[in-house]
């Protein structure tokens, strides 16, 4: 089966070619990052419209480099949600329209179980059942997957997402949009130890995060500093230093609880190098295996899009006609597909 994905969820138009067989055939990805830059944050209507112009040249421009016509697509998947609603729609009626003109199933997926799903289209993919860490810019999630669809939710986010920690962190350092891997590179010259940051809700016990406190910490510390570049280095790698931290004590408390045995660490936020070694460090210790995405595939893309619908797909389920975009959509909502009659 050969699925064609489509992401249009915020500010990445992504497009590319699953084969059951064959594996990924192509992808292609647009960033709006220049067309958000002077607002310093995504501005829905500017997203919506900029996938209107980009989508279809990109699924031309996908389809030529796996080498195959149109007549091939077995079935198309979109993101149906969660994420801006005039953006899902784009990719929606693109999905909708391609399913029309190629008779083929199509079916709208969600944007946090293909993020889930992502280190699945490496050489090494996680064995069931997993943890997965799921940080994305508007989800921070701690996720038992048994399999497909049946997910058990450990420990969420009660208030920001760590990315939009990342990207107001990152605002109030003076750091261009997007935020995340801006703050990140000044962390890395940042001295540590310098400044330190609380490590939220980790002095009691549960799975849950909270990240809006350290964000006001953050903001003191700016306030009193002289604001050098050293300094505001410093600070960086001292927030990026308690994110990392708080996630490493829960992940451990999170494996330790279910004892499974492969730690998945997915979305954007996952792309963190510090991140990554620290729970690579976590699970190694608790005798658990780490699977992450390449990085391109941390943050969103057509890749996971396209693998989470031929995964559903091949199952069988399909949009039954016109299906309504879910901007707020929770991943336990899911089910496992249907067995096959
Ligand atoms: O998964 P994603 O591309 O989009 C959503 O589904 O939200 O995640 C985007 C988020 C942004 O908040 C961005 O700043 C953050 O991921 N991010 C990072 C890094 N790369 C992206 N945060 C920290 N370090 C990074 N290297
Ligand atoms: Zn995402």
């Known amino acids: 089966m050969i699925v064609l994905g489509i992401e249009t969820s915020c500010d990445e138009t992504g497009i590319a070619v699953y084969a059951g067989e064959r594996g990924l055939l192509a992808h292609r990805l647009h960033s709006q990052v220049a067309t958000h830059a002077d607002y310093g944050g995504?501005?829905?209507?500017?997203?919506?419209?900029?996938?209107?112009?980009?989508?279809?040249?990109?699924?031309?421009?996908?389809?030529?480099?796996?080498?195959?016509?149109?007549?091939a697509i077995d079935g198309v998947a979109y993101t149906r949600g969660p994420g801006l609603a005039g953006a899902l729609l784009v990719?929606?009626?693109?999905?909708?329209?391609?399913?029309?003109?190629l008779d083929c199933p199509v079916l709208g997926v969600h944007h946090m179980e293909a993020h889930l799903l992502a280190p699945m289209l490496e050489a090494a993919p996680p064995a069931l059942p997993f943890l997965a860490l799921l940080v994305s810019g508007g989800h921070t999630l701690l996720v038992e997957v048994a399999e497909l669809g049946r997910y058990r939710l450990l420990g969420e986010s009660l208030d920001d997402a760590a990315g939009e920690a990342f990207d107001k962190t990152a605002?109030?350092?003076?750091?261009?949009?997007?935020?995340?891997?801006?703050?990140?590179?000044?962390?890395?010259d940042g001295e540590p130890g310098r400044f330190h940051f609380p490590r939220p809700m980790t002095d009691r016990p549960g799975l849950d995060f909270s990240f809006s406190g350290l964000k006001t910490a953050v903001v003191s510390?700016?306030?009193?500093?002289?604001?050098?570049?050293?300094?505001?280095?410093?600070?960086?790698?001292?927030?990026?230093d308690a994110v990392v931290e708080t996630f490493a004590i829960k992940v451990r408390r999170a494996l330790?609880?279910?004892?499974?045995?492969?730690?998945?660490?997915?979305?954007?936020?996952?792309?963190?190098?510090?991140?990554?070694s620290r729970l690579r460090e976590v699970a190694g210790s608790c005798g658990a295996l780490m699977a992450c995405p390449r990085l391109e595939f941390c943050t969103d893309n057509g890749a996971m899009i396209a693998y989470a619908g031929y995964r559903r797909l091949r199952a069988g389920e399909r949009d039954a006609g016109a299906c309504d975009i879910r901007p707020r959509w929770p991943l336990t909502e899911l089910q496992a597909p249907a067995p096959a009659a």
């Not at 990719?91 to 003109?101: F, K, Q, T, Y």
């Not at 997915?266 to 963190?272: D, H, I, T, Y």
């Open 91 to 101: 990719g929606r009626s693109v999905a909708e329209g391609l399913g029309w003109a």
């Open 171 to 188: 605002k109030l350092l003076g750091l261009p949009y997007p935020g995340g891997p801006q703050l990140e590179a000044l962390a890395r």
């Open 42 to 71: 995504v501005v829905p209507e500017l997203a919506s419209r900029d996938h209107v112009r980009r989508v279809l040249p990109l699924v031309s421009d996908c389809l030529a480099a796996s080498g195959l016509g149109t007549g």
């Open 221 to 240: 510390a700016v306030r009193e500093a002289d604001r050098d570049e050293a300094t505001r280095a410093a600070i960086a790698r001292a927030f990026q």
């Open 256 to 276: 330790e609880q279910t004892g499974v045995g492969h730690l998945v660490v997915a979305g954007g936020v996952g792309a963190n190098q510090a991140l990554r």
